[in-house]
């Protein structure tokens, strides 16, 4: 069974102001996207950027077989969300953009205007497999890319740069807070007997704070002598499979010329245990060749594909 990630990069149907200009372009993303996906063969790909559900039914319609999708019903601004497309019937647990009790609301800009909730909803789902019952949430936090009063991409002067840089981590900091919330309640107290995943694009890489934050009590990281040693902590604790990813295809975008893995899955420990292998881009090929990306997002409106690669792990039964 294969898990798999990807930020699908503005999927809205042409004419609009964020996605393509023209029917032509918008088939060419479509083909593209539709590719990737055929060949990756998911059971199971959480997806964000979702812009208008009637794109990822364009979508759909371009894959063979038969496909479930759930959307998020908590759009950002611009529209986009996250969602799933399976190859099982999905059940809905949760779709919430809210913050957990007690974290307040954070400043998000020099006028002192605050945020209550996530920017876009995290969708958690539960799907039947051989193994048993599969809980899986997916998840697109708050981005890297600043953007500052007045619709501008870039900043007056170096204070406001960093300023809005702190806003966007205080975002991203309590946005990755209500995310664990989500994940403590679908591992309901015993992630050793439970099957819980959590996909998405998180904006950050491995080591960063807001990343570690998803992933519970600290120890047993991949790679480290404790991964083999049950604890107590092995209950409510999340592995991240990014160091299961051959080294030289651990990224997921390409930003101003440096690689970074952003996009992550994150597993109970009885799921991760059964992980038989994990990658970018597609598997037996290696990560997709990716555009590197500016400051101005403007710049790819009409591009082919993603400017993100898919991630994915197959999982035993």
Known sequence: ???????????????????????????????????????????????????????????????????????????????????????????????????????????????????????????????????????????HLKSKLLSYPGNRFFPHDEGERARYGAYALYRRAAEATALRALADDLLDGDGRERDVAMLGDLNDEVQAATTQILLGPPGSEIGTPGYDRPDRGDAARLWDVAPLIPPEERYSRINSGRRELIDHILMSHRLVHRVTAAGTGLPGDGTLRLPSVGQDPAERRGEAASDHAPVWARVGQ
């Not at 990807?6 to 539709?34: H, I, T, V």
């Not at 996906?37 to 959480?46: F, V």
């Not at 997806?47 to 894959?63: F, I, K, R």
């Open 1 to 139: 069974m294969l898990l798999g990630t990807w930020n699908l990069e503005n999927l809205y149907r042409p004419g609009g102001p964020f996605g393509p200009k023209d029917k032509a372009a918008y088939e060419s993303k479509l083909a593209a996207l539709a590719a990737v996906i055929t060949e990756l063969d998911p059971a199971l790909l959480g997806v964000q950027e979702v812009g208008e559900p009637t794109a990822l039914e364009d979508l759909v319609g371009m894959l063979d077989g038969d496909w479930h999708t759930v959307l998020s019903t908590h759009p950002d601004g611009r529209g986009i969300r996250v969602g799933f497309l399976s190859r099982r019937e999905l059940r809905v647990l949760a779709d919430t953009n809210a913050f957990p009790a007690g974290l307040r609301p954070v400043q998000e800009a020099d006028s002192g205007a605050q945020v209550a909730a996530a920017g876009r909803g995290f969708l958690a789902v539960e799907a039947a497999t051989d193994a048993g019952p599969l809980r899986v949430a997916v998840a």
